[in-house]
């Protein structure tokens, strides 16, 4: 395309040179415009030229890289193919080598086939010369002689030919010649055989020395080869024998490697008993321990279900009690119902647990109640017993009052009676005296006046009478009043020893719930973490179970790599030697 291009492209630069000259000889008017454009025709057609060898340089290159490109192919195919010649030479070789010791073994026995041919023409010959002379000499006797030399001639004959059968098969007759008769006719064919067969040996003589040679000579170049060969094995058995020693050394540790991995493969198979044995006790301990926590939980359990009833007829008698506190209905409902016999241990303590609670808040409120009272009592006693201080200190008073009555009642009687031997100077002072003593008396009953006359001391004696009577109901009073006390101190003490002796019940039951709860919480903890334990202790013994088979396959298999690696040790330095002892022996023989 691009030669195309070029062509065409000078095609339009004659084309163009033809138009400027015939433009130039039409327009000889404008020559200056005409040089202009020979020059910048000029100028293009150097440059297309430029580019036309550019080009051609660019294609030159191009088809140099191309060629260049399909060299390194041809090269990178050529050492691919040297590589697999290698390779199959390498094969060839020990192919060759196999054929050189079938050959030269072959070429053994042609030589031993060769020098036993040689040996028996020498011998045929030394008979035929001899068998001559004794021809000669038989010729030489007489007739007496001919027809034994005949016989020996012909017997002569027929053992050479016997002998020399396995070169040519000669026929049972002697040759026959039709010039001479008689003993000479014997001679003849006796003759005849016998240079036939000198000739069949001597011809058997010379292809075996041709062959000799050739095979001598193939000896001698296969001689050459093999000593190149040798030395190249020898160099390679020595290398054999280094990488033989390293593999000696590699196979002396790999045998203490599995020396010591059969004692640790015993220690861990003792070991592994060991822990089986520990795990089976273990087992055994945990089983046994496990039945006992379940003994112990059954027991439990029954103890719930008696606490249980327990604490309901504690709560019970408690409600009974609390029936002076509170009304019936709040009892009634306070009181929760009876635990069923078929629930659950954990259900029961719940149940349990609120009806302690209930307990509880029943004792709370209860104690409550109680300490109301007892503050109400201790009131009403304070209240009672501040009437009665009141009550004694106004009979004290009561009574001294009566007491300066009555003897102010005496000294008044006495006055009296003295009123008629007193005289009249005494009357004044008389006077006097009751109008003070009446003051007093007046100030103390609440009634003023004077004792004139026997009215006014019948009214005194009837008031202090009545206050007789009022002293000994107000004694009654406090007689029953000290009694009413003492009897409600005596319920108060009662009562406050049967809250004690209710409050230190519910604390031994409240402890010993407790003690309970923390003992089922114990046990489950105690079950759990027996159950996580032996559950452990399975997982550990799959695990080491595993673990233990793992690495008894795997010694396994690196036994049986080690005896595989020892064979073929033992292989290759067999190979290796019977080898070498082959080349020594051949090398000896030449």
């Given at each position: 395309m691009d030669l195309q291009?070029?062509?065409?492209?000078?095609?339009?630069?004659?084309?163009?040179?033809?138009?400027?000259?015939?433009?130039?000889?039409?327009?000889?008017?404008?020559?200056?415009?005409?040089?202009?454009?020979?020059?910048?025709?000029?100028?293009?057609?150097?440059?297309?030229?430029?580019?036309?060898?550019?080009?051609?340089?660019?294609?030159?290159?191009?088809?140099?890289?191309?060629?260049?490109?399909?060299?390194?192919?041809?090269?990178?195919?050529?050492?691919m193919r040297l590589k697999e010649e290698a390779e199959s030479s390498q094969q060839d070789l020990l192919r060759k080598l196999n054929e050189a010791f079938q050959c030269k073994n072959d070429a053994f026995r042609q030589r031993d086939d060769a020098l036993r041919l040689r040996d028996d023409a020498i011998r045929l010959r030394d008979e035929v010369s001899l068998l001559k002379d004794v021809a000669m000499h038989a010729r030489n006797s007489g007739r007496s002689d001919v027809e034994t030399a005949t016989r020996l001639l012909v017997a002569a004959a027929d053992s050479i030919a016997a002998k020399a059968s396995s070169y040519k098969s000669f026929a049972d007759n002697l040759p026959r010649s039709s010039l001479h008769t008689g003993i000479a006719a014997v001679a003849y064919g006796f003759t005849n055989r016998a240079e036939e067969i000198v000739d069949e040996l001597l011809r058997h003589l010379d292809m075996a020395s041709k062959d000799r040679d050739t095979i001598r000579q193939q000896m001698e170049q296969r001689h050459n080869r093999f000593v190149i060969e040798v030395s190249e094995l020898e160099t390679s058995i020595q290398m054999l024998k280094g990488n033989l020693?390293?593999?000696?050394?590699e196979l002396a540790k790999w045998q203490a490697l599995a020396t010591e991995n059969e004692q640790?493969?015993?220690?861990?198979?003792?070991?592994?008993?060991?822990?089986?044995?520990?795990?089976?006790?273990?087992?055994?301990?945990?089983?046994?321990?496990?039945?006992?926590?379940?003994?112990?939980?059954?027991?439990?359990?029954?103890?719930?279900?008696?606490?249980?009833?327990?604490?309901?007829?504690?709560?019970?008698?408690?409600?009974?009690?609390?029936?002076?506190?509170?009304?019936?209905?709040?009892?009634?409902?306070?009181?929760?119902?009876?635990?069923?016999?078929?629930?659950?241990?954990?259900?029961g303590i719940n149940h349990c647990i609120s009806r302690s609670k209930d307990i509880t808040n029943l004792f709370s409120k209860l104690a409550m109640t109680w300490k109301e009272q007892i503050d109400l009592r201790k009131k009403a006693l304070e209240d009672l017993e501040g009437t009665?201080?009141?009550?004694?200190?106004?009979?004290?008073?009561?009574?001294?009052?009566?007491?300066?009555?009555?003897?102010?009642?005496?000294?008044?009687?006495?006055?009296?009676s003295k009123v008629s031997l007193d005289s009249n100077s005494n009357l004044n002072t008389i006077t006097k005296t009751k109008e003070a003593r009446s003051d007093s008396v007046g100030l103390l009953v609440g009634q003023p006046g004077l004792f004139n006359n026997d009215l006014e001391r019948g009214e005194f004696s009837n008031k202090g009478s009545a206050l007789e009577s009022e002293l000994k109901k107000s004694k009654q009073e406090t007689f029953e009043l000290q009694q009413f006390l003492a009897a409600a101190r005596g319920e108060l003490e009662v009562l406050r020893v049967t809250s004690e002796r209710q409050a230190k019940e519910l604390v031994d039951k409240t402890v010993k719930i407790e003690d309970?709860?923390?003992?089922?919480?114990?046990?489950?903890?105690?079950?759990?973490?027996?159950?996580?334990?032996?559950?452990?202790?399975?997982?550990?013994?799959?695990?080491?179970?595993?673990?233990?088979?793992?690495?008894?396959?795997?010694?396994?298999?690196?036994?049986?790599?080690?005896?595989?690696?020892?064979?073929?040790?033992?292989?290759?330095?067999?190979i290796q030697t019977a080898i070498a002892v082959g080349w020594q022996l051949l090398y000896l023989k030449m």
């Open positions: 291009d070029a062509s065409d492209g000078d095609g339009t630069a004659s084309d163009s040179e033809d138009d400027v000259s015939h433009v130039s000889s039409r327009s000889s008017s404008s020559g200056q415009s005409f040089k202009a454009l020979q020059k910048e025709l000029q100028a293009e057609r150097l440059s297309r030229k430029v580019a036309e060898a550019e080009i051609s340089d660019l294609k030159v290159s191009f088809s140099r890289l191309k060629s260049f490109t399909m060299e390194a192919v041809q090269q990178r195919d050529h050492v020693m390293d593999q000696g050394a640790k493969y015993s220690e861990a198979e003792e070991l592994l008993l060991k822990k089986l044995t520990l795990a089976d006790q273990e087992n055994h301990a945990l089983t046994n321990a496990l039945q006992l926590k379940e003994s112990l939980l059954a027991n439990v359990e029954v103890s719930i279900k008696h606490l249980s009833q327990l604490l309901f007829q504690t709560h019970e008698t408690v409600a009974n009690h609390a029936v002076a506190f509170f009304p019936t209905e709040i009892l009634l409902d306070k009181i929760p119902p009876v635990s069923p016999s078929g629930e659950e241990p954990e259900e009665i201080t009141r009550l004694i200190v106004e009979k004290k008073e009561i009574t001294s009052f009566l007491e300066s009555a009555l003897a102010i009642k005496q000294e008044m009687l006495e006055a009296v309970l709860e923390n003992a089922q919480s114990l046990a489950q903890k105690t079950i759990e973490d027996l159950r996580s334990k032996l559950a452990a202790a399975g997982n550990d013994l799959l695990e080491s179970n595993k673990a233990f088979t793992t690495e008894a396959e795997a010694r396994l298999l690196l036994l049986e790599e080690v005896e595989r690696l020892k064979e073929q040790v033992i292989i290759s330095f067999v």
